[in-house]
């Protein structure tokens, strides 16, 4: 009905049709073949539309020997019918608005967009907004103003990640819009409107130490938690509180470390494999210093916890504990 240029590999939208694809096909088991064996930090799952997607995958990244968090791409109306179940059977959730602008009116999509992040951090799971945040990028080397303002609206709503696609993968000023996105969530980052920590559902014991620990900091304004992270979850309990407030995390494991990246206000830093406790924790502070993230006589609050899983109960609160300590 419109003119337009049609271009090869691309895919089809058929708005209010469920088509009943299979969510992996010969060629996504070889792709995550690869991410399993060169040690992908995360796996970006397009078009997902029920838990079982979600299940699915997970399965066979296990198969392929590894334990990859998976991020759910929601851009179809099934995904958005059955996001509550996809969001607490994904590690995170991915605003795919561009195809969502095709499935559903346009002027839909920003409610849409709000309904899956507060989705998101009711579960504690990390939350993306991407496509066409600097679609002006493309072809000009500067930002529109409203895409500025939307960049700052999602920052501000304390997403985990903003993301670019057509502005890095085909347009002609990739280092400018990257550079422009960083300024922006730089500059929003300081004019947060909430300053008050997110409640999300989890009975996890951890989740409620790492709440704790956030609120002694707030209390006390501390500069940082520093917590230490073996497995991934310290680091991710004390992103989804959405605190204003650094979050440092100490790990071994370079697979943890890359991980943290994503995770809201989460700081990674690699630890010494050898030493004493208090060796391995001076080496951290030693980091944070000579990254200029800490001062001599700034307050932070020190996180350590047990694996409940590992541990018997009754040692449970002799082994955990919240510090104040001061940078010397």
């Known amino acids: 009905m419109n003119t337009g240029i049609l271009k090869t590999k691309k895919s089809i939208i058929v708005p ?10 010969k060629t996504d088991r070889a792709n995550l073949e690869v991410a399993a064996q060169q040690g992908f930090a995360w ?5 997902v539309s ?5 299940r699915e995958i997970r399965s066979y990244i296990r ?29 995170g959730i991915m605003v795919a608005r561009g195809d969502l602008g095709l499935e559903y009116n346009y002027e839909q999509v920003p409610i849409l967009q709000e309904q899956i992040v507060t989705e998101a951090k009711k579960y504690g799971k990390v939350a993306i907004i991407a496509t066409q945040m600097l679609n002006t990028m493309i072809e000009s080397s500067r930002p529109s103003r409203p895409e500025v303002s939307d960049i700052s609206h999602a920052i501000r709503s304390k997403v985990d990640a903003v993301m670019l696609s057509g502005e890095t993968a085909s347009g002609k000023y990739p280092v400018q819009a990257v550079t422009a996105m960083a300024r922006i969530a730089s500059t929003s980052e300081q004019h947060y409107f909430n300053h008050e920590i997110f409640k999300y559902q989890d009975s996890y014991r951890l989740a409620t130490f790492c709440e704790m620990a956030i609120q002694l900091a707030l209390a006390l304004d501390a500069k940082a938690i520093i917590g230490i992270s073996n497995k991934g979850k310290t680091a991710c309990y004390l992103s989804a509180f959405r605190a204003n407030l650094p979050k440092i995390i100490a790990t071994q494991d370079q697979d943890i470390f890359h991980r943290c990246f994503l995770y809201y206000g989460v700081i990674p830093v690699m630890m010494k494999l050898v030493g004493t406790k208090r060796e391995l924790f001076l080496d951290i502070i030693k980091q944070c210093k000579d990254k200029k993230y800490f001062r001599k006589g700034d307050i932070f609050i020190h996180l350590f916890t047990h694996d409940p899983d590992r541990i018997s109960k009754q040692h449970l609160l002799a082994t955990n504990s919240i510090r104040e300590e001061i940078v010397e």
Request: charged letters at 35%.
């Open 16 to 25: 209010e049709v469920d088509i009943k694809l299979p969510i992996l096909n």
């Open 43 to 47: 796996i970006a799952a397009s078009f």
């Open 50 to 54: 029920s838990a079982k997607d979600v």
């Open 63 to 91: 198969k392929c020997g590894k334990d990859i968090p998976i991020i759910s791409k929601i851009e179809n109306r099934k995904g958005i019918e059955n996001i509550s179940e996809i969001v607490q059977e994904s590690d």
